[in-house]
Protein backbone atom coordinates (compact mmCIF):
# COMPACT_ATOMS: atom_id res chain seq x y z
CA UNK A 1 0.00 0.00 0.00
CA UNK A 2 1.55 3.65 -1.22
CA UNK A 3 -0.40 4.58 1.22
CA UNK A 4 1.12 3.98 4.08
CA UNK A 5 4.58 5.98 3.09
CA UNK A 6 3.27 9.03 5.46
CA UNK A 7 6.32 12.13 5.81
CA UNK A 8 4.31 13.27 9.16
CA UNK A 9 4.38 16.28 8.22
CA UNK A 10 1.34 16.83 9.82
CA UNK A 11 -0.61 18.74 7.69
CA UNK A 12 -3.57 16.72 7.83
CA UNK A 13 -3.85 17.43 11.39
CA UNK A 14 -4.86 20.76 10.53
CA UNK A 15 -8.10 20.09 8.91
CA UNK A 16 -9.51 16.55 10.79
CA UNK A 17 -12.73 17.35 12.55
CA UNK A 18 -11.98 14.68 14.67
CA UNK A 19 -8.24 15.71 16.05
CA UNK A 20 -9.81 19.29 15.86
CA UNK A 21 -12.42 18.64 18.37
CA UNK A 22 -10.13 15.45 20.63
CA UNK A 23 -6.90 16.91 20.49
CA UNK A 24 -5.24 13.35 20.30
CA UNK A 25 -2.72 12.13 17.69
CA UNK A 26 -4.69 8.58 17.95
CA UNK A 27 -7.89 10.44 16.52
CA UNK A 28 -5.71 11.84 13.94
CA UNK A 29 -5.35 10.91 9.92
CA UNK A 30 -1.71 10.57 11.05
CA UNK A 31 -1.68 8.64 13.57
CA UNK A 32 -4.36 6.20 11.89
CA UNK A 33 -2.02 6.30 9.34
CA UNK A 34 0.46 4.95 11.70
CA UNK A 35 -1.48 2.68 13.08
CA UNK A 36 -2.36 0.81 9.86
CA UNK A 37 1.30 0.71 9.38
CA UNK A 38 2.34 -0.48 12.42
CA UNK A 39 -0.64 -2.83 12.03
CA UNK A 40 -0.33 -4.01 8.60
CA UNK A 41 3.92 -4.62 9.40
CA UNK A 42 3.37 -6.66 12.26
CA UNK A 43 4.78 -4.03 14.97
CA UNK A 44 1.21 -3.54 16.63
CA UNK A 45 -1.32 -6.00 16.96
CA UNK A 46 -4.52 -5.73 15.13
CA UNK A 47 -6.81 -5.15 17.84
CA UNK A 48 -10.13 -4.35 18.54
CA UNK A 49 -8.98 -0.66 19.45
CA UNK A 50 -7.05 -0.05 16.30
CA UNK A 51 -9.70 -1.15 14.34
CA UNK A 52 -12.08 1.23 16.54
CA UNK A 53 -9.29 4.24 15.77
CA UNK A 54 -10.10 3.96 11.88
CA UNK A 55 -14.09 3.90 12.48
CA UNK A 56 -13.54 7.03 14.19
CA UNK A 57 -12.77 8.60 11.28
CA UNK A 58 -15.80 10.41 9.88
CA UNK A 59 -14.10 9.84 6.12
CA UNK A 60 -14.86 13.68 5.20
CA UNK A 61 -11.80 13.19 2.88
CA UNK A 62 -10.18 16.53 3.76
CA UNK A 63 -7.00 14.66 5.09
CA UNK A 64 -6.34 13.04 1.59
CA UNK A 65 -7.24 16.42 -0.28
CA UNK A 66 -3.96 18.24 1.75
CA UNK A 67 -1.73 15.59 2.14
CA UNK A 68 1.41 16.80 0.02
CA UNK A 69 2.69 13.11 -0.75
CA UNK A 70 -0.50 11.75 -2.01
CA UNK A 71 -1.61 9.65 0.95
CA UNK A 72 -4.76 9.05 1.16
CA UNK A 73 -5.23 8.60 4.90
CA UNK A 74 -9.16 8.63 5.14
CA UNK A 75 -9.22 5.94 2.20
CA UNK A 76 -6.94 3.76 4.47
CA UNK A 77 -9.18 4.10 7.75
CA UNK A 78 -12.02 2.85 5.27
CA UNK A 79 -9.49 -0.10 3.88
CA UNK A 80 -8.37 -1.17 7.25
CA UNK A 81 -12.02 -1.62 8.20
CA UNK A 82 -12.21 -4.34 5.20
CA UNK A 83 -8.98 -6.04 6.65
CA UNK A 84 -11.21 -6.53 9.98
CA UNK A 85 -13.95 -7.78 8.35
CA UNK A 86 -11.47 -10.64 6.22
CA UNK A 87 -10.16 -11.77 9.95
CA UNK A 88 -12.38 -11.61 12.06
CA UNK A 89 -15.95 -10.87 9.65
CA UNK A 90 -19.36 -9.68 11.73
CA UNK A 91 -22.47 -11.42 11.07
CA UNK A 92 -24.73 -9.02 11.58
CA UNK A 93 -22.71 -6.53 9.17
CA UNK A 94 -23.93 -9.35 6.04
CA UNK A 95 -27.24 -9.11 7.47
CA UNK A 96 -27.88 -5.32 7.26
CA UNK A 97 -25.25 -4.04 3.98
CA UNK A 98 -26.47 -7.40 2.19
CA UNK A 99 -29.84 -8.52 3.76
CA UNK A 100 -31.58 -5.37 4.22
CA UNK A 101 -30.20 -2.03 3.14
CA UNK A 102 -30.03 -3.16 -0.38
CA UNK A 103 -33.32 -4.60 -0.69
CA UNK A 104 -35.33 -1.48 -0.90
CA UNK A 105 -38.62 -3.49 -0.05
CA UNK A 106 -37.65 -4.73 3.00
CA UNK A 107 -36.10 -1.12 4.01
CA UNK A 108 -39.77 0.36 3.11
CA UNK A 109 -41.37 -2.19 5.55
CA UNK A 110 -38.86 -1.39 8.02
CA UNK A 111 -39.22 2.04 8.17
CA UNK A 112 -43.00 2.35 8.04
CA UNK A 113 -43.13 3.05 12.01
CA UNK A 114 -40.96 6.38 11.13
CA UNK A 115 -43.81 7.18 8.59
CA UNK A 116 -46.92 5.81 10.93
CA UNK A 117 -45.79 8.50 13.64
CA UNK A 118 -45.80 11.33 11.22
CA UNK A 119 -48.85 10.28 8.91
CA UNK A 120 -50.63 9.21 12.59
CA UNK A 121 -49.80 12.03 14.27
CA UNK A 122 -47.52 11.40 16.86
CA UNK A 123 -45.02 13.06 15.99
CA UNK A 124 -47.25 16.52 16.60
CA UNK A 125 -48.12 14.98 19.81
CA UNK A 126 -44.68 14.13 20.88
CA UNK A 127 -43.96 17.36 20.70
CA UNK A 128 -46.81 19.80 21.79
CA UNK A 129 -46.27 17.44 24.69
CA UNK A 130 -43.33 18.09 25.53
CA UNK A 131 -42.59 14.41 25.44
CA UNK A 132 -39.79 14.13 23.62
CA UNK A 133 -37.87 15.64 26.46
CA UNK A 134 -38.41 12.16 28.33
CA UNK A 135 -36.33 10.14 25.84
CA UNK A 136 -32.49 9.60 26.89
CA UNK A 137 -30.61 11.95 25.17
CA UNK A 138 -28.82 10.17 21.93
CA UNK A 139 -32.42 8.97 21.20
CA UNK A 140 -33.93 12.54 21.43
CA UNK A 141 -31.26 13.79 19.30
CA UNK A 142 -31.88 11.03 16.39
CA UNK A 143 -35.13 12.23 16.33
CA UNK A 144 -34.46 15.95 15.93
CA UNK A 145 -32.59 14.48 12.94
CA UNK A 146 -35.75 13.61 11.09
CA UNK A 147 -37.15 15.94 8.45
CA UNK A 148 -40.55 15.97 7.36
CA UNK A 149 -41.35 12.27 6.48
CA UNK A 150 -43.58 11.62 3.42
CA UNK A 151 -46.66 9.94 3.31
CA UNK A 152 -45.26 7.00 1.01
CA UNK A 153 -41.54 6.54 -0.44
CA UNK A 154 -40.85 8.63 -3.57
CA UNK A 155 -40.15 4.86 -5.02
CA UNK A 156 -43.50 3.81 -4.83
CA UNK A 157 -44.91 7.04 -6.04
CA UNK A 158 -42.67 8.00 -8.96
CA UNK A 159 -43.35 7.02 -12.86
CA UNK A 160 -41.03 4.40 -14.55
CA UNK A 161 -40.59 7.56 -17.13
CA UNK A 162 -41.07 10.81 -16.50
CA UNK A 163 -41.73 12.80 -19.78
CA UNK A 164 -40.45 16.33 -20.22
CA UNK A 165 -42.28 19.59 -20.52
CA UNK A 166 -42.47 20.02 -24.05
CA UNK A 167 -39.34 18.30 -26.25
CA UNK A 168 -37.10 16.28 -25.17
CA UNK A 169 -33.71 17.40 -24.90
CA UNK A 170 -31.88 14.94 -22.64
CA UNK A 171 -32.41 11.47 -21.89
CA UNK A 172 -31.37 10.77 -18.23
CA UNK A 173 -31.77 8.37 -15.89
CA UNK A 174 -32.16 9.27 -12.17
CA UNK A 175 -30.31 7.40 -9.34
CA UNK A 176 -32.86 7.40 -6.62
CA UNK A 177 -30.66 7.25 -3.72
CA UNK A 178 -32.41 5.08 -0.61
CA UNK A 179 -32.59 7.92 1.99
CA UNK A 180 -34.16 10.29 -0.66
CA UNK A 181 -37.03 8.22 -1.41
CA UNK A 182 -37.47 6.97 2.15
CA UNK A 183 -37.11 10.22 3.64
CA UNK A 184 -36.82 13.41 1.66
CA UNK A 185 -39.38 12.61 -1.39
CA UNK A 186 -40.55 15.93 -1.92
CA UNK A 187 -36.83 16.97 -2.77
CA UNK A 188 -36.37 14.37 -5.19
CA UNK A 189 -39.50 14.80 -6.74
CA UNK A 190 -38.24 18.67 -6.73
CA UNK A 191 -35.57 17.31 -8.74
CA UNK A 192 -37.32 15.53 -11.09
CA UNK A 193 -39.60 18.31 -11.91
CA UNK A 194 -36.48 20.74 -12.34
CA UNK A 195 -35.44 17.86 -14.94
CA UNK A 196 -38.46 17.52 -16.99
CA UNK A 197 -38.91 21.63 -16.38
CA UNK A 198 -35.42 21.42 -18.59
CA UNK A 199 -36.07 19.23 -21.26
CA UNK A 200 -35.16 15.90 -19.77
CA UNK A 201 -36.59 12.85 -19.64
CA UNK A 202 -35.77 11.01 -17.12
CA UNK A 203 -35.54 7.41 -16.81
CA UNK A 204 -35.99 6.35 -12.90
CA UNK A 205 -35.16 1.97 -12.80
CA UNK A 206 -37.59 1.18 -9.94
CA UNK A 207 -34.88 -2.27 -8.93
CA UNK A 208 -32.22 0.50 -8.45
CA UNK A 209 -30.31 -1.20 -4.75
CA UNK A 210 -28.69 0.92 -2.43
CA UNK A 211 -25.37 2.88 -4.03
CA UNK A 212 -22.80 0.72 -1.34
CA UNK A 213 -21.62 3.27 0.18
CA UNK A 214 -23.12 2.10 3.72
CA UNK A 215 -21.36 -1.59 3.17
CA UNK A 216 -18.25 0.13 2.08
CA UNK A 217 -18.55 1.59 5.14
CA UNK A 218 -18.24 -0.39 7.48
CA UNK A 219 -15.83 -3.07 5.41
CA UNK A 220 -18.03 -5.00 3.47
CA UNK A 221 -16.24 -3.78 -0.20
CA UNK A 222 -17.60 -7.47 -1.44
CA UNK A 223 -21.48 -6.76 -0.95
CA UNK A 224 -20.86 -3.10 -2.28
CA UNK A 225 -19.87 -4.24 -5.70
CA UNK A 226 -22.70 -6.51 -5.81
CA UNK A 227 -24.86 -3.68 -5.58
CA UNK A 228 -22.37 -1.64 -8.16
CA UNK A 229 -22.86 -4.22 -10.39
CA UNK A 230 -26.69 -4.64 -10.25
CA UNK A 231 -27.36 -0.82 -10.55
CA UNK A 232 -24.74 -1.11 -13.60
CA UNK A 233 -27.02 -3.61 -15.92
CA UNK A 234 -30.51 -1.53 -14.74
CA UNK A 235 -28.51 1.61 -15.98
CA UNK A 236 -27.05 0.06 -19.42
CA UNK A 237 -30.95 -1.27 -19.95
CA UNK A 238 -32.63 2.46 -19.54
CA UNK A 239 -30.09 3.60 -22.34
CA UNK A 240 -30.03 6.95 -20.89
CA UNK A 241 -27.32 10.07 -21.88
CA UNK A 242 -26.37 10.64 -18.01
CA UNK A 243 -26.81 9.05 -14.66
CA UNK A 244 -27.98 11.15 -12.54
CA UNK A 245 -28.43 11.62 -8.48
CA UNK A 246 -29.60 14.34 -6.28
CA UNK A 247 -27.91 12.87 -2.89
CA UNK A 248 -23.75 13.81 -2.55
CA UNK A 249 -22.77 9.98 -1.00
CA UNK A 250 -24.93 7.94 -3.75
CA UNK A 251 -22.75 10.06 -6.67
CA UNK A 252 -19.35 10.09 -5.00
CA UNK A 253 -20.28 6.23 -4.65
CA UNK A 254 -21.25 5.70 -8.56
CA UNK A 255 -18.43 7.64 -9.86
CA UNK A 256 -16.10 5.11 -7.80
CA UNK A 257 -17.96 2.20 -9.65
CA UNK A 258 -15.13 2.37 -12.36
CA UNK A 259 -12.42 1.89 -8.90
CA UNK A 260 -14.04 -0.32 -7.37
CA UNK A 261 -14.61 -2.79 -9.97
CA UNK A 262 -11.48 -2.23 -11.36
CA UNK A 263 -10.34 -5.65 -11.09
CA UNK A 264 -13.18 -7.56 -12.16
CA UNK A 265 -12.38 -8.46 -15.75
CA UNK A 266 -15.75 -8.94 -16.61
CA UNK A 267 -17.10 -5.75 -15.12
CA UNK A 268 -14.25 -3.45 -15.39
CA UNK A 269 -15.42 -1.13 -18.21
CA UNK A 270 -18.71 -0.98 -17.68
CA UNK A 271 -17.83 0.31 -14.22
CA UNK A 272 -15.97 2.82 -15.73
CA UNK A 273 -18.08 3.86 -18.43
CA UNK A 274 -21.32 3.84 -16.08
CA UNK A 275 -19.42 6.20 -13.31
CA UNK A 276 -18.40 8.28 -16.53
CA UNK A 277 -21.74 9.21 -16.97
CA UNK A 278 -22.82 10.07 -13.34
CA UNK A 279 -23.11 13.86 -12.43
CA UNK A 280 -24.40 15.25 -9.28
CA UNK A 281 -28.08 17.14 -9.82
CA UNK A 282 -26.73 20.79 -9.69
CA UNK A 283 -23.70 19.81 -11.56
CA UNK A 284 -25.76 18.18 -14.65
CA UNK A 285 -28.00 21.55 -14.64
CA UNK A 286 -25.37 23.95 -14.88
CA UNK A 287 -23.86 22.11 -17.33
CA UNK A 288 -26.87 22.60 -19.99
CA UNK A 289 -28.99 25.82 -20.99
CA UNK A 290 -30.71 25.91 -17.81
CA UNK A 291 -33.74 28.11 -17.68
CA UNK A 292 -33.83 30.98 -15.54
CA UNK A 293 -36.75 30.88 -13.48
CA UNK A 294 -38.64 34.00 -13.22
CA UNK A 295 -40.63 33.12 -10.11
CA UNK A 296 -38.74 34.71 -6.43
CA UNK A 297 -37.61 33.16 -3.49
CA UNK A 298 -37.26 36.47 -0.80
CA UNK A 299 -34.93 34.67 1.46
CA UNK A 300 -31.14 34.69 2.74
CA UNK A 301 -29.66 31.57 2.09
CA UNK A 302 -26.21 30.14 2.80
CA UNK A 303 -24.97 26.86 1.32
CA UNK A 304 -23.09 23.83 3.15
CA UNK A 305 -20.34 21.43 1.35
CA UNK A 306 -21.20 17.93 1.70
CA UNK A 307 -17.96 16.76 2.28
CA UNK A 308 -18.80 13.57 -0.71
CA UNK A 309 -20.39 16.63 -2.92
CA UNK A 310 -17.22 18.86 -2.57
CA UNK A 311 -13.98 16.54 -2.07
CA UNK A 312 -15.76 13.33 -3.04
CA UNK A 313 -16.82 14.88 -6.40
CA UNK A 314 -15.17 18.50 -7.22
CA UNK A 315 -18.50 20.22 -7.25
CA UNK A 316 -18.77 23.00 -5.08
CA UNK A 317 -19.24 25.73 -7.41
CA UNK A 318 -22.28 24.68 -8.92
CA UNK A 319 -24.40 24.67 -6.35
CA UNK A 320 -23.75 28.11 -5.60
CA UNK A 321 -24.43 29.25 -9.12
CA UNK A 322 -27.47 27.85 -9.19
CA UNK A 323 -28.69 29.15 -6.02
CA UNK A 324 -27.73 32.37 -6.92
CA UNK A 325 -30.05 32.28 -10.14
CA UNK A 326 -32.63 32.98 -8.05
CA UNK A 327 -33.95 36.20 -7.63
CA UNK A 328 -35.02 37.53 -4.31
CA UNK A 329 -32.42 35.32 -3.03
CA UNK A 330 -29.85 36.73 -0.90
CA UNK A 331 -26.67 34.47 -1.12
CA UNK A 332 -24.09 34.46 2.09
CA UNK A 333 -21.07 32.14 2.23
CA UNK A 334 -21.11 30.24 5.47
CA UNK A 335 -17.58 30.37 7.36
CA UNK A 336 -16.12 26.81 6.69
CA UNK A 337 -18.55 25.85 4.58
CA UNK A 338 -16.60 22.80 3.80
CA UNK A 339 -15.60 21.93 7.74
CA UNK A 340 -17.89 18.37 7.89
CA UNK A 341 -20.80 18.79 9.75
CA UNK A 342 -20.39 15.69 11.88
CA UNK A 343 -22.64 13.13 9.74
CA UNK A 344 -20.53 10.86 8.19
CA UNK A 345 -23.29 8.25 7.41
CA UNK A 346 -23.43 6.87 11.15
CA UNK A 347 -21.39 8.76 13.40
CA UNK A 348 -24.14 9.70 15.78
CA UNK A 349 -24.95 6.57 16.77
CA UNK A 350 -21.48 5.43 16.82
CA UNK A 351 -19.49 8.10 18.20
CA UNK A 352 -22.07 10.47 19.89
CA UNK A 353 -20.57 12.74 21.34
CA UNK A 354 -18.10 13.67 18.63
CA UNK A 355 -20.32 14.01 16.05
CA UNK A 356 -21.94 16.57 18.76
CA UNK A 357 -18.80 18.57 18.97
CA UNK A 358 -18.36 18.83 15.13
CA UNK A 359 -21.55 19.25 14.56
CA UNK A 360 -21.50 22.78 17.22
CA UNK A 361 -19.01 24.20 15.15
CA UNK A 362 -21.18 24.31 11.71
CA UNK A 363 -24.21 25.45 13.93
CA UNK A 364 -21.85 28.08 14.70
CA UNK A 365 -20.90 28.95 11.96
CA UNK A 366 -24.45 29.02 10.55
CA UNK A 367 -25.98 31.13 13.67
CA UNK A 368 -23.02 34.11 12.58
CA UNK A 369 -24.77 34.00 8.68
CA UNK A 370 -28.19 34.88 9.98
CA UNK A 371 -29.65 32.66 7.12
CA UNK A 372 -33.45 31.51 6.42
CA UNK A 373 -32.20 28.54 4.74
CA UNK A 374 -29.12 26.37 4.45
CA UNK A 375 -28.81 24.21 1.52
CA UNK A 376 -26.84 21.37 1.16
CA UNK A 377 -27.58 18.71 -1.42
CA UNK A 378 -26.32 15.63 1.10
CA UNK A 379 -29.33 13.77 2.99
CA UNK A 380 -27.02 12.85 5.57
CA UNK A 381 -25.81 16.27 6.10
CA UNK A 382 -29.32 17.75 6.29
CA UNK A 383 -30.38 15.55 8.81
CA UNK A 384 -27.28 16.51 10.68
CA UNK A 385 -28.13 19.94 10.21
CA UNK A 386 -31.66 19.58 11.49
CA UNK A 387 -30.38 18.48 14.32
CA UNK A 388 -27.85 21.55 14.65
CA UNK A 389 -30.75 23.61 14.39
CA UNK A 390 -33.14 22.15 16.81
CA UNK A 391 -30.47 21.91 19.88
CA UNK A 392 -29.18 25.13 19.14
CA UNK A 393 -32.69 26.88 18.61
CA UNK A 394 -32.00 28.56 15.29
CA UNK A 395 -34.78 30.03 13.07
CA UNK A 396 -33.37 28.11 9.93
CA UNK A 397 -34.57 25.80 7.50
CA UNK A 398 -32.94 22.98 6.07
CA UNK A 399 -33.38 22.52 2.01
CA UNK A 400 -31.87 20.68 -0.95
CA UNK A 401 -30.43 23.70 -3.61
CA UNK A 402 -32.92 22.12 -6.10
CA UNK A 403 -36.07 22.33 -3.92
CA UNK A 404 -35.51 25.85 -3.66
CA UNK A 405 -34.70 26.18 -7.27
CA UNK A 406 -38.31 24.11 -7.70
CA UNK A 407 -39.53 26.87 -5.63
CA UNK A 408 -38.67 29.26 -8.20
CA UNK A 409 -39.86 27.71 -11.05
CA UNK A 410 -43.67 26.86 -9.19
CA UNK A 411 -43.71 30.74 -8.20
CA UNK A 412 -43.28 31.80 -11.86
CA UNK A 413 -46.68 29.65 -12.54
CA UNK A 414 -48.08 31.64 -9.98
CA UNK A 415 -46.89 34.72 -11.56
CA UNK A 416 -47.72 34.12 -14.89
CA UNK A 417 -51.52 32.75 -13.04
CA UNK A 418 -51.75 36.52 -11.43
CA UNK A 419 -50.08 38.39 -14.69
CA UNK A 420 -52.56 36.61 -16.63
CA UNK A 421 -55.66 37.66 -14.21
CA UNK A 422 -54.53 41.04 -14.40
CA UNK A 423 -54.80 41.19 -18.34
CA UNK A 424 -57.87 39.80 -18.18
CA UNK A 425 -59.72 42.26 -15.71
CA UNK A 426 -57.69 45.21 -17.71
CA UNK A 427 -59.29 43.64 -21.45
CA UNK A 428 -62.98 43.60 -19.73
CA UNK A 429 -62.32 46.93 -17.82
CA UNK A 430 -61.40 48.20 -21.23
CA UNK A 431 -64.21 46.70 -23.29
CA UNK A 432 -66.70 47.97 -20.73
CA UNK A 433 -65.25 51.31 -20.94
CA UNK A 434 -65.17 51.03 -24.78
CA UNK A 435 -69.15 49.47 -24.75
CA UNK B 1 4.17 1.80 33.52
CA UNK B 2 3.23 1.71 37.45
CA UNK B 3 -0.66 1.78 37.80
CA UNK B 4 -0.51 4.20 40.95
CA UNK B 5 1.52 6.94 38.75
CA UNK B 6 -0.96 6.26 36.18
CA UNK B 7 -3.82 7.06 38.76
CA UNK B 8 -1.68 10.03 40.12
CA UNK B 9 -1.85 11.01 36.73
CA UNK B 10 -5.32 10.92 35.79
CA UNK B 11 -6.10 12.62 38.96
CA UNK B 12 -4.47 15.73 37.57
CA UNK B 13 -5.36 15.79 33.75
CA UNK B 14 -8.44 13.41 34.40
CA UNK B 15 -9.30 10.05 32.58
CA UNK B 16 -9.03 11.77 29.11
CA UNK B 17 -5.57 13.21 29.63
CA UNK B 18 -3.50 9.82 30.18
CA UNK B 19 -3.26 7.70 27.09
CA UNK B 20 -1.40 4.33 28.33
CA UNK B 21 -2.97 1.97 25.40
CA UNK B 22 -0.42 0.14 22.80
CA UNK B 23 -2.06 2.40 19.94
CA UNK B 24 -1.77 5.54 21.83
CA UNK B 25 1.95 4.93 22.54
CA UNK B 26 2.14 3.96 19.08
CA UNK B 27 1.70 7.32 17.87
CA UNK B 28 3.45 9.01 20.38
CA UNK B 29 6.61 7.39 19.97
CA UNK B 30 7.51 9.16 16.66
CA UNK B 31 7.66 13.07 15.45
CA UNK B 32 8.79 14.37 12.11
CA UNK B 33 11.99 12.81 11.82
CA UNK B 34 11.90 8.68 11.52
CA UNK B 35 13.76 7.50 15.12
CA UNK B 36 11.31 6.32 17.27
CA UNK B 37 11.03 5.56 21.07
CA UNK B 38 7.76 4.48 23.22
CA UNK B 39 6.86 6.29 25.71
CA UNK B 40 5.59 4.45 28.81
CA UNK B 41 2.41 6.87 28.95
CA UNK B 42 1.79 10.31 27.21
CA UNK B 43 -0.08 12.47 29.46
CA UNK B 44 -2.47 15.17 27.80
CA UNK B 45 -1.61 18.41 30.46
CA UNK B 46 -4.58 20.90 29.88
CA UNK B 47 -2.88 24.01 31.83
CA UNK B 48 0.40 25.01 32.93
CA UNK B 49 -0.44 24.01 36.17
CA UNK B 50 -1.23 20.84 35.45
CA UNK B 51 2.34 20.37 33.96
CA UNK B 52 4.14 21.57 37.23
CA UNK B 53 2.11 18.78 38.87
CA UNK B 54 2.53 16.34 36.35
CA UNK B 55 6.40 16.90 36.03
CA UNK B 56 7.45 16.13 39.42
CA UNK B 57 5.29 12.73 39.35
CA UNK B 58 7.08 11.69 36.28
CA UNK B 59 10.54 12.32 37.75
CA UNK B 60 9.37 10.45 40.50
CA UNK B 61 8.50 7.70 38.19
CA UNK B 62 11.76 7.93 37.17
CA UNK B 63 13.37 8.17 40.05
CA UNK B 64 10.97 4.84 41.70
CA UNK B 65 12.67 2.92 38.35
CA UNK B 66 16.12 4.25 39.01
CA UNK B 67 15.62 3.17 42.38
CA UNK B 68 14.68 -0.22 41.90
CA UNK B 69 17.33 -0.38 38.94
CA UNK B 70 19.74 0.28 42.19
CA UNK B 71 18.05 -2.62 44.00
CA UNK B 72 18.25 -5.02 40.98
CA UNK B 73 22.16 -4.15 40.11
CA UNK B 74 22.60 -4.58 44.19
CA UNK B 75 20.95 -8.17 44.58
CA UNK B 76 23.02 -9.15 41.52
CA UNK B 77 26.43 -7.89 43.26
CA UNK B 78 25.22 -9.75 46.74
CA UNK B 79 24.10 -12.85 44.84
CA UNK B 80 27.39 -12.94 42.22
CA UNK B 81 29.36 -11.93 46.17
CA UNK B 82 27.86 -14.71 47.55
CA UNK B 83 28.18 -17.16 44.79
CA UNK B 84 32.15 -16.18 44.55
CA UNK B 85 32.15 -16.58 48.54
CA UNK B 86 30.55 -20.06 48.25
CA UNK B 87 32.69 -21.26 45.67
CA UNK B 88 36.00 -19.70 47.90
CA UNK B 89 34.48 -21.68 51.35
CA UNK B 90 34.17 -24.52 48.87
Not at chain 1, 184 to 200: H, I, K, M, Q
Not at chain 1, 209 to 221: D, F
Request: charged share 25%; with cysteine; net charge positive.
Amino acid sequence: MDDLNCIRCGLCLAVCPTYREILSETASPRGRAALARKGLEGELELSPNLFEQMYACFDCLACNDICPVGIRPADLAVEMRAVQEQLRPAAWKKTLFGGLIPKPRRMEFATLPLRLYEKLGLRRLVYALGLRNLLPRQLRDMESMLPHLPQRPLRQALPEITEANGKTRYRVGFFLGCAQSLLFAEESAATLRVLARNGCTVVTPKATVCCGMPALGYGRSDLAQEQARHNIELFERAQVEVNVTDCATCGSTLKDYGHLLADDNKWAARAAAFSSRVRDVSEFLMSIPLEKPQGRVEARVTYHDPCHLRRGQGVWQQPRALLQMIDGLEFVELPEADWCCGSAGSQLITHYETSLKVLKRKTDNLASTQADYIASGCPGCQMQLNLGVRRQGLDVQVVHPIALLDRAYRQESEVSRLRRNQEISHSTAKRKNDG
Amino acid sequence: MDKNILAQLEKITGKDGVLSTPEDLAVYSYDGTFAEHRPDAVVLPRAGLDVQVVHPIALLDRAYRQESEVSRLRRNQEISHSTAKRKNDG
